[in-house]
Nanobody, 121 residues
């Protein structure tokens, strides 16, 4: 079973930056799409940005386009989220997620425990 562990969250002032990491284990890494989702209290998880097995960005939430980017390191089984110019509305729990099937962009079946990102104004 795939295991995803997010890290790197924290408290940052508006305009600041954070880099999140996701460590993946339990199955081969390179054939799978990965995505970062976020959730605020009372809301469902929403996709923020996703990256395909060949490194293409498949989805980009409009409000983070140009500020957030996703990358992957197939040699290290790691997925990263670089977040620049953070705003209070980016405050959420961020989850690393992946589909059950290889070479598939949808749906996202597995996720980690999440990491809290808090942006103060």
């Amino acid at each position: 079973q795939v295991h995803l562990v997010e890290s790197g969250g924290g408290l940052v002032q508006a305009g600041g930056s954070l880099n999140l990491s996701c460590t993946v284990s339990g199955r081969p890494f390179s054939p799978y799409t990965f995505g970062w989702f976020r959730q605020t209290p009372g809301m469902s998880r929403k996709p923020v940005i996703t990256i395909s097995s060949n490194g293409d960005i498949r989805y980009w939430m409009d409000s983070v386009r140009g500020r957030f980017t996703i990358s992957r390191d197939n040699a290290k089984n790691m997925v990263y989220l670089q977040m620049l110019n953070l705003q209070p509305e980016d405050t959420a729990v961020y989850y690393c997620e992946s589909p059950r099937n290889p070479y598939s962009d949808f749906p996202f079946d597995y996720w980690g425990q999440g990491t809290q990102v808090t942006v103060s104004s």
